[in-house]
């Protein structure tokens, strides 16, 4: 008798119910009925049992029956066992999921203390989320734009909060998947230059045993209690978020954008073993997690437990579930949680090759999407920046450090003119190409671009955590004031460091990704870790202002400048003599010049751009190389980023280039002005 695949599946009137667990001496599925103290269960064994998959065929029920399984099993928690069948477990593989933890006492299965052999006896139905079935999978969808790599910009967003206060989007899709359909939504996007959103986690979100605690929510995301299902809580309509997911990603295609999910196969939201009994750890807690010795979970995370990215049955859920999202809704690729961790079997060392990191990248469907991971987790030997296989890109931390640190006049710049080119000391080496450095200078995990140029320390007070959350390595400045300013002068300053922090980003040699709501200039208040404040702090600000207006405009000019130019959308590494470093004083950089502290300017020349950064306080004169004239393209000292002319401007003429400014120029023999839109 058939037992794959696993999960529960439509067939011969009704459903086949399949769930992995090798410990369990016996599996009940429990149809569950009724609503809200009236809920009412029937359980039904699955006695057949094949390679460690318990399953079974249950007539006369079909979509919409909601259900959950009890397991009967050993329970020793000093051995990472833990079955108990008072707790009701969602299906690993349920593809929609409803309902929230509503009792944090009646979701553990402890009593007392985590590591004796008291076993809480509370039925936790009625207090925990149910998996329920869905409709079979309909035609595959059709296929996205497939953009490029080399030709990819990266938006990474939030669904609830980019849409959530969006005056244009009706009130009932604000904070939905169907926000982000709306034509607005979608003209503001392409505007900015996007071609990929990158998604925080949409699959099913459960809150953290300390969050329950706190009343606070995981509003990040990064808490997975099912791999397979939409977050309901981001459909507009209860119940609808299969259909709805379906449909943004569809306009979002339409739209030419592509949809990456951020994914988060290293850990769930179960917690430590003080934690809840939600799934994985009633289910097989030693087949899912790593164990860190006696019965306690390893931590690599920093969330309590781990993947065990050495287990089969975790090596197969997590491709089956990611393959799910692509022919199931036609997504364009991930970005992977804390990737290091998959690298980590049984949390031990680094091993690139490892098995689950392998079994993605040689997938004959997940091979030919996108794949980005995040190259670190929680402890140093997974800080792995450039150490992924070839058909992986990264998030380049050290290209956001090198950044930061040159825009703040910190460093020498032969850290940033690497980082400029593309990191080909970090991944030309295993055989990739430039676009595998996802260059970023901020993300969802630490400050806004407004707040690294308003805050030198962090303000995290409303996380409830006393303000010892989140990192202290921000590597910001705040031009004299804490936090928002009434002074004319200190903001002109911080919006012109903005406008070539992002000109440096788009104008680098790599894959671009911008943080929604940055072209906005939103502000978190100073909080660099706002992962549990679903509210203002955290949503995108669509008030009018110059400030918004003047932001956009600047990047939808330089991407339009990238977008125009093969040469600023390169997928290959520079050979030696492709690339010319010019000193502000119009001569070649020389050896002492890289190790020069007090250098915080230089030129970058590649093909036919000059492109010249100054990071000093105060404004200097910049002579331009030898060769055809010059014509300014991008002046990030101007609001918008137009020059004030666009007269070409011959080899050898002296300029001067603003504080903290980015000055873009094309090599161009045509005679007169040069629209730089036309570009």
């Known amino acids: 008798m058939p037992v794959f695949p696993l999960g529960a599946h439509v067939e011969a009137g009704g459903v ?6 090798t410990s369990a001496d016996a599996v009940e599925v429990c149809l569950v009925d009724g609503t809200g103290p009236e809920l009412s269960e029937r359980r039904i064994e699955l006695t057949e049992r094949t390679f460690g998959v318990w399953h079974g065929h249950v007539p006369g029920i079909g979509p919409g029956q909601r259900y959950g399984y009890r397991v009967h099993g050993p329970y020793r ?28 006492a009646a979701a553990r299965g402890w009593l007392d203390d985590p590591m004796t052999g008291n076993l809480s006896s509370v039925d936790s139905l009625g207090h925990v989320p149910l998996s329920v079935i869905t409709e079979p999978d309909g035609p595959p969808p059709a296929p996205g734009p497939e953009v490029p790599w080399a030709e990819t910009v990266i938006t990474e967003l939030h669904v609830r909060g980019y849409t959530k206060q969006h005056p244009e989007v009706p009130a009932e899709h604000r904070g939905t998947y169907l926000g982000l359909t709306h034509a607005a939504v979608l003209e503001h996007l392409k505007r900015t230059g996007a071609t990929a959103v990158e998604l925080l986690p949409v699959t099913s979100i459960a809150d953290e045993p300390p969050l329950l605690a706190s009343k606070l929510s995981n509003y990040w995301g990064y808490a997975t209690l099912g791999f397979l299902a939409p977050h309901a809580g981001y459909a507009s309509e209860p119940g609808a978020e299969i259909a709805e997911f379906t449909e943004m990603v569809s306009a979002l295609h339409d739209a030419g954008l592509e949809v990456i999910l951020d994914i988060v196969p290293n850990h769930t939201a179960e917690g430590g073993v003080a934690g809840t009994t939600l799934c994985y750890r009633g289910l097989d807690a030693p087949a899912y997690y790593s164990m860190g010795g006696n019965g306690v979970d390893a931590d690599i995370t920093g969330t309590g437990n781990t993947l065990d990215s050495g287990s089969p049955t975790v090596l197969r859920l997590v491709c089956d579930a990611m393959r799910h999202w692509v022919t199931r809704f036609g997504v364009d690729g991930f970005r992977i949680d804390l990737a290091s961790v998959l690298g980590r079997p049984r949390s031990g060392p680094f091993d690139p090759n490892a098995p689950l990191l392998m079994a993605i990248a040689t997938d004959p469907v997940l091979s030919r999407v996108k794949l980005i991971a995040e190259p670190w987790d929680a402890t140093g030997e997974g800080y792995r920046v450039g150490g992924f296989g070839v058909a992986w890109s990264e998030w380049n931390g050290r290209y956001r450090d090198a950044v930061r640190d040159f825009w703040r006049g910190h460093g020498r710049i032969g850290e940033v003119a690497s980082r400029l080119t593309g990191s080909s000391d970090l991944y030309k080496l295993s055989g990739r190409r430039p676009w595998a450095s996802i260059n970023f200078v901020t993300a969802h995990d630490g400050f806004t671009l407004r707040d690294l140029l308003s805050y030198e320390r962090k303000h995290n007070e409303p996380n409830g955590e006393g303000n010892r959350d989140g990192t202290d390595d921000n590597r910001s400045q705040n031009f004299g004031v804490e936090g928002d300013t009434d002074s004319p ?39 660099n870790n706002a992962y549990c404040l679903d509210d203002p702090t955290s949503w995108t600000d669509w008030s009018d202002g110059p400030e918004a207006a003047s932001l956009t405009a600047f990047i939808a000019l330089v991407t339009g400048v990238r977008r125009s130019s093969p040469a600023l959308q390169r997928d290959r590494f520079y050979r030696d003599g492709e690339v010319l470093w010019w000193h502000p004083a119009g001569r070649r950089l020389r050896g002492h010049d890289w190790h020069d502290v007090d250098l915080h300017s230089l030129g970058l020349q590649r093909d036919e751009w000059l492109l010249l950064l100054h990071a000093g306080p105060a404004a200097i004169p910049a002579t331009l190389p030898p060769g055809p004239a010059f014509v300014p393209v991008i002046d990030s000292s101007r609001p918008d980023g137009r020059p004030p002319t666009a007269r070409a401007l011959p080899a050898g003429t002296t300029i001067t280039l603003p504080p903290r400014s980015l000055l873009l120029l094309r090599q161009d023999v045509v005679d007169g002005p040069v629209d730089p839109a036309a570009r």
């Open 77 to 104: 928690p000093w051995d990472g066992l833990r079955a108990n069948p008072a707790k009701i477990l969602v299906d690993p593989y349920a593809r929609r999921i409803a309902g929230r933890v509503t009792d944090l």
């Open 16 to 21: 086949r119910f399949a769930v992995a667990s």
């Open 489 to 527: 002068v200190i903001t002109a300053r911080r919006l012109a460091t903005a406008r070539a922090l992002l000109g440096t980003l788009l104008l680098s040699t790599g894959t671009p990704m911008t943080l929604a709501g940055d072209e906005r200039w939103r502000s978190q208040r100073g909080n």
